[in-house]
T-cell receptor, first 116, second 109 residues
């Protein structure tokens, strides 16, 4: 089956630092990747959609300058949380979709970000 | 944009009973409706999905029904087991996926 990995699984950082999270599709090429944020006991909220080789599309209310997304290849997308603050602490999950016209999204294991 | 509502937020059943979770969506253009099971701290796992050209789909103890006219879809779990305890999310998708708020299912042994 399709496997998506995420790294790191857990990160603790000081306020004001930047954190990069990687999302990789291991056994398929992902034309589209999605980034979600999930606060405790809440649902997954879509942050942005990224297509390989083009700029990400951000959801309303998500700051593109704070959450930098790069989808440089068909197997890798990165999310960089810049100048992180305690309110950015959350569970960040990526997902990948194999090809245009397919529906199924495969989720990564998530990254638990804690900003002190 | 798409808005997905999910009920109930919590559901407690006795082992062996059935569980039903319901979702409604707002955008009639949505054409793909997956259901995910998420255990604490883990990734969502796809358990069943249905597309808009199908009214019902079943996979062993799990079934999903879709009413396009009413814009609602439901998850049915029969013969529940304690290992079914988790948070379940419905979603509706056109090009991107919008999730319901989730249902915490507890199956008591």
């Amino acid at each position: 089956g399709a496997v998506v990995s995420q790294h790191p699984s857990r990160v603790i950082c000081k306020s004001g630092t930047s954190v990069k999270i990687e999302c990789r599709s291991l056994d398929f090429q992902a034309t589209t990747m999605f980034w979600y944020r999930q606060f405790p006991k809440q649902s997954l909220m879509l942050m942005a959609t990224s297509n390989e080789g083009s700029k990400a599309t951000y959801e309303q209310g998500v700051e593109k300058d704070k959450f930098l997304i790069n989808h440089a290849s068909l197997t890798l997308s990165t999310l960089t949380v810049t100048s992180a603050h305690p309110e950015d602490s959350s569970f960040y999950i990526c997902s990948a979709r194999a090809a245009q016209g397919t529906d199924t999204q495969y989720f990564g294991p998530g990254t638990r970000l804690t900003v002190l | 944009g798409e808005n997905v509502e999910q009920h109930p937020s919590t559901l407690s059943v006795q082992e062996g009973d059935s569980a039903v979770i319901k979702c409604t969506y707002s955008d009639s253009a949505s054409n793909y409706f997956p259901w995910y099971k998420q255990e604490l701290g883990k990734r969502p796992q796809l358990i069943i999905d249905i597309r808009s050209n199908v009214g019902e789909k079943k996979d062993q103890r799990i079934a999903v029904t879709l009413n396009k006219t009413a814009k609602h879809f439901s998850l049915h779990i029969t013969e529940t087991q304690p290992e079914d305890s988790a948070v379940y999310f419905c979603a509706a998708s056109i090009t991107d996926m919008r999730f319901g708020a989730g249902t915490r299912l507890t199956v008591k042994p």
